[in-house]
């Protein structure tokens, strides 16, 4: 039986998977839909209970549909658009391709890692924040709006009137007048809050007085937890910012955020996810981040094992 691998072209933590895989000897296949359909074929035909059966054509592999046994849905590219053809027709071509393809893969039984519909869920913060708050995890105390005014009152009434605003989707960096902006988190004062979080929902937090930060990574039921230890301003306010001033160090997790993170992972369904903790001086572990579909090569000691457990899930040999 075979494992597709849904991901985009450059894709360092993809090729860590692969690797793995083929050092086992598995069967892997692992094609783009972005590339379709301007690159490749792809026909798919149900006749009953067994599901779709069919073939995609790609440019360097084939697939055979009833052959899928575990799917590890990465990053893949947005749809091409469909060439040669007017706008309008060409945004309901576009838009036919998705649902098409994308359901019957979709629709593909076996092993997800993650399934599209279940990181869809699980990426969303306010709902992700607060289904770890129904398992007892503790996060920060949080507001989503657009009324500049209670965006105000609300930092204002936190320690020291400052709050934590970060971006609340995914969309990534922005680009204005040949500029990139990358919407990283911010330290903002109560009068530094304006009518401008009238023009878009704004999310801000509490601010927590971090001693360090955890990364902790999720393979189905076994946990990989690294300290990151900021060295520098910028890198304390988001880690992002500077990473020539952290340093990392493998950790336990204490059994009672264990327990709270596993049922968080069975509530959305999620066979793997990186979560984010602000630990405090005092030792308490505050959640802040879930990302069902978060990058895991970056941390050195925990890369190998990381891509281990992965595989093992892939094949059938872990829960």
Known sequence: MTVLVLTRQLDPVADLVV??????????????????????????????????????????RDLHFDTVSAVYWRRPSPSRATADLPGDVRRW??????????????????IWVNHPRVNSAAASTPAALAEAARCGLRVPRSVVTNDPEAAQEFVASLP??????????TGGPVT?????????????????????????????SEW???????????????????????????????????????TYKTCQVPDKIETRVLRLMRAFGLRYAALDFLVTQGGEWLLCDVNPNGQFGWIDELRQPITEALADILLGAAP
Do not use: M
Request: aromatic fraction near 10%; glycine fraction near 12%.
């Open 208 to 246: 927590i007085d971090k001693a360090y930060e955890v990364r902790l990574t999720v393979v189905g039921e076994r946990l990989f937890a690294s300290e990151i230890h900021a060295e520098s301003e910028e890198a304390r306010i988001d880690f992002r910012r500077d990473y020539d001033a952290l």
């Open 93 to 110: 071509a576009d838009a036919e391709s998705r649902a098409g393809f994308r359901g019957v893969l979709d629709a593909l039984p076996g």
């Open 160 to 169: 020291g009137a400052v709050a934590a605003y970060k971006s609340i989707g």
């Open 176 to 204: 204005r007048d040949g500029v990139t902006y990358a919407s990283w988190t911010s330290k903002v004062h109560a009068e530094e809050v304006t009518d401008a979080v009238g023009l878009s929902a704004h999310y801000f």
């Open 19 to 60: 690797a793995e895989l083929n050092t086992r000897g598995a069967p892997v296949v692992r094609l783009d839909p972005g590339d379709l359909p301007v690159r490749g074929s792809f026909t798919a035909r149900l006749g009953g209970p067994e599901g779709w059966a069919g073939v995609w054509r790609g440019q360097h």
